[in-house]
């Protein structure tokens, strides 16, 4: 167990829809991460914020924002969602802001779109 | 920017064979880097870390790195491999002044009886 925690494990919604998936830090962690990994795109960093702030931006898409709360957890959000959305999400989270910190990688979200 | 490169997306030993996955970086700074293992229906799991400290880094089940800073490599090495090591192997990089952390495409494991 790695602390993080997502809601909910697995999501089935339809196209169009929009859709929120929570993440909470492990204890004392204030950077968070969000993922995105599907069979043909693999791993891809989505974003990251640090104690409420964005603080990197990777692949994600312009109908995709997330943000941090005050108690550090997290949400992102998923609108007009399409068929290639379908994927497993995860959020991850670590003690600081430099490079040697490991990511603690919670157990993910399925969102299926049909 | 940094990046790495997994050789072989699919990897097949016997049980008791020597396990090797490959990682290459790239990194315009010193690079911090990672080996993540991911089992089926689960999260990334982290194995090890090199931080710039020791260039051999032990990790959890048995498995090690090496640092190579003059072949860019950093590959996953276990001496014997054991059924429960079958999962997905992520090699991933970082560096000092950011923690973008960029992963590689994953390398499946398959251990044969």
């Known amino acids: 167990d790695s602390g993080v925690t997502q809601t909910p494990k697995h999501l089935i919604t339809a196209t169009g829809q929009r859709v929120t998936l929570r993440c909470s830090p492990r204890s004392g962690d204030l950077s968070v991460y969000w993922y995105q990994q599907s069979l043909d795109q693999g791993l891809q960093f989505l974003i990251q914020?640090?104690?409420?702030?964005?603080?990197a931006k990777g692949n994600i898409l312009e109908r995709f924002s997330a943000q941090q709360f005050p108690d550090l957890h997290s949400e992102l959000n998923l609108s007009s969602l399409e068929l290639g959305d379908s994927a497993l999400y995860f959020c991850?989270?670590?003690?600081?802001?430099?490079?040697?910190?490991?990511?603690?990688f919670g157990p993910g979200t399925r969102l299926t779109v049909l | 920017a940094q990046s790495v490169t997994q050789l072989g997306s699919h990897v097949s030993v016997s049980e008791g064979a020597l396990v090797l996955l490959r990682c290459n970086y790239s990194?315009?700074?010193?690079?911090?880097l990672f080996w993540y293992v991911q089992y089926p229906n689960q999260g990334l799991q982290l194995l090890l870390k090199y931080t710039s400290a020791a260039t051999l880094v032990k990790g959890i089940n048995g498995f090690e790195a090496e640092f190579k800073k003059s072949e860019t490599s950093f590959h996953l090495t276990k001496p014997s491999a054991h059924m429960s090591d079958a999962a997905e192997y992520f090699c991933a990089v970082s560096a000092y002044n950011n923690n973008d952390m960029r992963f590689g495409a994953g390398t499946r494991l398959t251990v044969k009886p």
């Open positions: 991850a989270s670590s003690g600081g802001q430099g490079g040697y910190n490991e990511q603690f």
């Open positions: 914020y640090y104690n409420g702030e964005e603080r």
């Open positions: 990194s315009s700074v010193p690079p911090y």
